[in-house]
């Protein structure tokens, strides 16, 4: 088992910066590809950035593109998502999420095991 545990989330004014974390437990970190999902109000979970076992390859939805950024630091088994030039839209529910069985990792939700209980990110006009 993997248990997931997101913090930082907030409000903020549009075009402010945030910084979520999540903290990892249980199997080998190393062997996860991590992304970060969000969730709207009355909307599906979407896709936000994932990155590779190892960090050096990322992806990011193309509405983050250039202002999120996700990083990860194995020896302390945490994954972040800097967010920058943040917008209205943004406001959602944000996940943390493990695939422990793909090389590459994937864009939808299904293709993730484990979770977080989520952080809420409220971007203020």
């Known amino acids: 088992q993997v248990q997931l545990v997101e913090s930082g989330g907030g409000l903020v004014q549009a075009g402010g910066s945030l910084r979520l974390s999540c903290a990892a437990s249980?199997?080998?970190?190393?062997?996860?590809?991590m992304g970060w999902f969000r969730q709207a109000p009355g909307k599906e979970r979407e896709f936000v950035a994932l990155?590779?076992?190892?960090?050096?390859?990322?992806f990011y939805a193309d509405s983050v593109k250039g202002r999120f950024t996700i990083s990860r630091d194995n020896a302390k088994n945490m994954v972040y998502l800097q967010m920058n030039s943040l917008k209205p839209e943004d406001t959602a529910v944000y996940y943390c999420?493990?695939?422990?069985?793909?090389?590459?990792?994937?864009?939808?939700?299904?293709?993730?095991?484990?979770w977080g209980q989520g952080t809420q990110v409220t971007v203020s006009a």
């Open positions: 990155i590779s076992r190892g960090g050096g390859s990322t």
């Open positions: 249980g199997r080998s970190f190393t062997s996860f590809v």
């Open positions: 999420a493990a695939d422990p069985t793909r090389i590459r990792g994937g864009t939808r939700p299904g293709e993730y095991d484990f």
